[in-house]
């Protein structure tokens, strides 16, 4: 066909880079890009100006494309993509690209780069991109010849979601998107040298069932891999941990990968972890984790995590095995595919599980969970200050009248944690939280991302006064595209995670962590084309909640909560599990605050 | 693994075919200080496929899981095709090559060891591959400690300059890795 629309273009015509790299990104399945144009990348802003396969949305910041495509990911377990210009641009990209590669989550990101023969020169907006972001992607690439470009971008992709995901950057110098070249397929053929281990090997299987078999205190401890492997993980854990009676916990990354109101869920493990998770870990004799990976928030002190356990571990990533706890039973493998052979082999397994002990082991945990960790008082007379614990719990309920499929974001913080603890996920991929890097400013952009995967789903950020600061310039886009989110402020006047650790650890010296100035929120979501609502006393919540779910429009509804507390049950840094800190009560008796805890963060 | 095992410090040579491409030795190197991880050694050479293939010799140490993590870490990145720990994986041969240059004058300038110099790279079998009347470049290979004892007998008799070039290994008999 003589017609060049680019998408259409002649694996046999050579065509311009930045229709190859549009070629390419389609054939990998792309249909939104988050971007923001510059001089580097103009050819590939006028190639998409041609063409209407791939939809681009324009953020008011690159931090926010990535953070953007992240939203995407997760919601949909698909790559996320990012366009951005060099120099600036690609500066800009890095936090989002870590946050990304912490997290475990699928991203390309296209950076512009100046012509192959500036590049050393300190051309105008040059940086060296990767080497700037070696240390922050799984992979890089700079494009130094046309005829890899198509190549190189589907490599990108299968980089990106294969093994344990994360980002990948693509650095692309002016002349390679304007030189014409030939296009290449996707391969058929395996990678030359990235082959991740997916399948289980079956005598490790067989063994982590002997011991499962045999456990009298078992415990499975879940974490983001089980949602990265995709919904059938999340189906074979479920089928897994009520078929064996085990109780059941998850990291922040993992929450909705088995249902929060099944009984067997004991909540959130780690540092702000319940009682019983917590207690379950450090008490149990059998230890199943499945897609975490031992990171400090939730293993505390790590020569007293879980002592007297036998731990298995399934990971698609044998550098996060034998990190930092050893293991008896390492498994690398997907974790649905090990799941499964996990389910089959404890089928055909006629030994029989431990009963008494293991309800013997029920018994104690429900003693722990008797404790009732999360309880909280809200005062109910009129005018009284909202409890932020109340406002997420409220929200909970009031949500589960709506039709719409609900996801939620977060920014950093206490109310990130709230959020865990009190909002209960049912299903995978419906929570986007930073976990790894804890970045703020990650839940409105990746709201963003939601919502444009899924534009009839209710999309809640779940944010604090000063992390929604750091990305609200997003407003604007969500305003140019008709993005209803939903920001869901808990104002509570401080930086309140931080202002928690100088209680505790420092003296009560509010240094710097008092939210001062702060904008009047009605009055900026208006300026931003949104609608602005509060929330003062407990009187006004119920109804403000029921107001931001009826508008059809981004909200701002900004929710003055208690500045005074505290998240809690809290494992200081540096503290084993049975350690914890069940509430303010507690905290001058704080035992595991060591001056060796202090220098941890 | 016994906690004896773990917490014990070991030296390890490790071989890494890699992708012959811009940036891998920068991405390894990165890998080493980014996470803290020792580099007593390191070499690397196209050897294979033409060019398109290198290989990477580094000698590390610390504990038995901080190897595994360190092996473990280098065979995640992309252009890696094999990690090889010739130190564990059965008898291997590690060499390296050093040129050393002795200033040392004849007896007529007032020099009186140039012959204790060349008695003793005899001895070590270095080979003489420069020489003025004031000096020698000794051209020497063989395992790390041989080359520390010769540059330290060298080092009376007027030591000036020492070029060496890290440790290649490979293993012996018919293994590859
Ligand atoms: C980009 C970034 N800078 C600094 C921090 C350190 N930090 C963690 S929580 C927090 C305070 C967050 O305040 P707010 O958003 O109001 O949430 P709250 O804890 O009050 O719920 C800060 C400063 C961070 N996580 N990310
Ligand atoms: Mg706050």
Known sequence: ?601 | MPDSQLNSCRTATIAVLVDNEPGILARVVGLFSGRGYNIDSLTVAAVEDGGNRSRINIVTSGTEMVIEQIKAQLDRLVPVHRVADLSKNGPYLAREMALIKVVCPHEGAGGNNRAEALRLADAFRARVVDATTESFVFEMTGSTDKLDAFVELMRPLGLAEVSRTGVVAIARGTRVI
């Open chain 1, 1 to 601: 066909m003589p017609d060049a629309h680019p998408h259409q273009i002649h694996a046999e015509i050579p065509a311009p880079g930045a229709e190859i790299l549009l070629r390419a990104l389609k054939d990998q399945g792309v249909d939104v890009i988050f971007g923001y144009p510059g001089g580097s990348v103009l050819p590939i802003y006028d190639a998409l100006f041609n063409q209407n396969a791939i939809r681009h949305i324009l953020v008011r910041h690159e931090q926010a494309a990535l953070h953007a495509a992240e939203g995407y990911a997760r919601s949909t377990g698909r790559v996320g993509v990012a366009l951005v210009t060099s120099g600036p641009g690609a500066t800009n990209a890095v936090t989002g690209l870590t946050d990304a590669l912490m997290d475990s989550i699928p991203v390309v990101c296209l950076t512009g780069q100046v012509p192959t023969h500036l590049i050393g020169n300190d051309a105008f907006q040059e940086a060296d991109t990767t080497g700037i972001t070696r240390p922050a992607t799984k992979h890089n690439y700079l494009v130094k010849r046309p005829g890899d470009l198509a190549r190189v971008v589907h490599e990108a992709f299968y980089v990106a979601r294969s093994g344990r995901p994360g980002p990948v950057v693509i650095d692309l110098p002016k002349d390679i998107l304007i030189g014409k070249t030939l296009y290449t397929p996707p391969p058929e053929t395996p990678h030359r040298s990235y082959r991740p281990q997916t399948q289980p090997d079956a005598g490790q299987i067989a063994r982590a069932v002997a011991i499962l078999k045999s456990a009298k205190r078992p415990m499975v401890y879940t974490g983001g891999g089980v949602i990265n492997a995709g919904p059938a993980a999340a189906e074979a854990l479920t089928r897994f941990v009520r078929k064996s009676g085990f109780p059941c916990t998850s990291t922040l990354m993992g929450l909705g990968a088995f249902p929060a109101s099944d009984p067997q869920f004991l909540g959130m493990l780690g540092m702000h972890g319940t009682y019983e998770a917590n207690l379950a870990m450090h008490g149990c004799d059998v230890l199943l984790n499945v897609g975490a990976r031992f990171d400090d928030r939730v293993t505390g002190r790590l020569n007293a995590f879980s002592p007297g356990s036998r731990k298995i571990h399934i990971d698609i990533d044998p550098s996060s095995i034998n990190k930092n706890v050893p293991v008896d039973v390492p498994i690398v493998a997907d974790a649905a595919r090990a799941l499964a052979a996990l389910l089959a082999a404890w089928e055909a397994d006629p030994t029989p599980v431990d009963r008494p002990a293991i309800a013997a082991w029920w018994r104690q945990i429900d003693g722990w969970k008797g404790i009732d960790c999360l309880r909280y008082i809200q005062p109910r007379d009129p005018g009284s200050i909202i409890k932020p614990q109340y406002a997420i719990q409220r929200l909970y309920e009031i949500t589960r009248t709506v039709k719409q499929e609900i996801f939620i974001t977060t920014e950093v913080g206490q109310h990130q944690m709230w959020a865990a603890q009190y909002f209960k996920f049912e299903e995978p991929n419906h929570l986007m939280t930073s976990g790894g890097l804890g970045t703020m400013g990650y839940g409105l952009p990746a709201a963003m991302g939601v919502q444009i995967a899924h534009p009839d789903a209710l999309v809640i950020d779940i944010a604090g006064e000063a992390s929604i600061l750091m990305n609200i310039q997003e407003m604007g886009t969500l305003a140019q595209y008709r993005l209803p989110v939903k920001i869901f402020i808990l104002n509570n006047e401080y930086m309140g995670m931080v202002r928690q650790w100088q209680e505790l650890l420092h003296g009560g010296r509010y240094s710097e962590t008092y939210s001062a100035a702060l904008p009047d929120f009605v009055k900026l979501a208006d300026s931003f084309h949104a609608v602005g609502m509060r929330a003062k006393s407990v009187d006004d919540l119920d109804r403000v909640i029921h107001e931001m779910l009826a508008c059809d429009r981004a909200v701002i509804a900004d929710i003055a909560v208690d500045p005074k507390e505290n998240c809690f049950p809290m494992i200081p840094s540096g503290a084993a599990h049975n350690e914890m800190i069940l509430g303010s009560e507690q905290v001058g008796s704080v035992a595991g605050v060591t001056d060796e805890g202090k220098v941890l963060v």
